[in-house]
C-alpha cells in the first residue's frame, strides 16, 4: 500500500457536501457590492488551447486565476489524490492522453493506488485543468467549485474536451 493511500489526508483542498461559494471581495466606497472574487489556482498543461479558452472564462466571471504548469509540480500522491474526491478512478484520467488514446492505458481496469502512482510518473495522465478554489479541488472543468464559480454559463461541454480532438499531429510538447 502506498504511503499516501492512507484514509487520514492532509490537504488543503476541504471535501464539500454543499456548492462552493466565492468569498465577498473588498467592497468599494461606493454602497454596492463587489461582485465575488476567487483566486483560482489552475493546473495547466502550457500550450493547451482548451487550458487557454477556461482560464479566460474564470478571469472574465472577475475572478484571479494563477495559472501553474502541471507538468512540472512536484506532486505527491496524497496532494494530488486530493483533486479527485468522490470521483471514480477512470475519470480522473485525460482522454486525450496518447497513452490513453491509443489504449496503451485503460483507465475502467486501474485501482486508485495504481492510478496515482502512474500519473505521477506521467503527468500528461492527468485530467486537465487541476482546479484549486476556495479550499476546494478539482479535477476538470464540470464540478465544483468551477460550476459555482461560473454560475452564469450554461454549457461547460464546450470547454471540457480537448480542442483538437481529430488533429493527425498532436499539440506540441510542452517547453
Not at 155 to 171: F, H, I, K, M, N
Request: hydrophobic letters at 35%; one cysteine or more.
Amino acid at each position: 500500500m502506498a504511503p499516501w493511500s492512507s484514509r487520514s489526508r492532509s490537504s488543503r483542498c476541504a471535501r464539500r457536501s454543499t456548492p462552493f461559494s466565492a468569498a465577498p471581495a473588498a467592497r468599494s466606497s461606493s454602497s454596492s457590492a463587489a461582485p465575488d472574487v476567487t483566486t483560482v489556482v489552475f493546473y495547466e498543461k502550457p500550450g493547451c488551447g482548451t487550458n487557454a479558452r477556461q482560464k479566460l472564462m474564470l478571469t472574465r466571471a472577475g475572478h484571479d486565476v494563477v495559472a501553474r504548469n502541471l507538468l512540472t509540480e512536484p506532486w505527491t500522491g496524497e496532494r494530488l489524490r486530493a483533486y479527485f474526491a468522490g470521483t471514480p478512478v477512470w475519470a480522473w484520467f485525460n482522454p486525450a492522453s496518447p497513452r490513453v488514446k491509443s489504449g496503451e492505458i485503460e483507465p475502467e481496469t486501474i485501482e486508485a493506488v495504481a492510478a496515482i502512482d502512474l500519473m505521477l510518473e506521467d503527468p500528461l495522465l492527468i485530467r486537465r485543468p487541476l482546479i484549486e478554489a476556495g479550499g476546494q479541488c478539482c479535477a476538470g472543468f464540470d464540478r465544483e467549485p468551477v460550476i459555482s464559480l461560473l454560475r452564469q454559463y450554461d454549457d461547460l461541454d464546450d470547454v471540457q474536451g480537448c480542442t483538437r480532438p481529430e488533429a493527425s499531429t498532436p499539440c506540441p510538447e510542452p517547453r
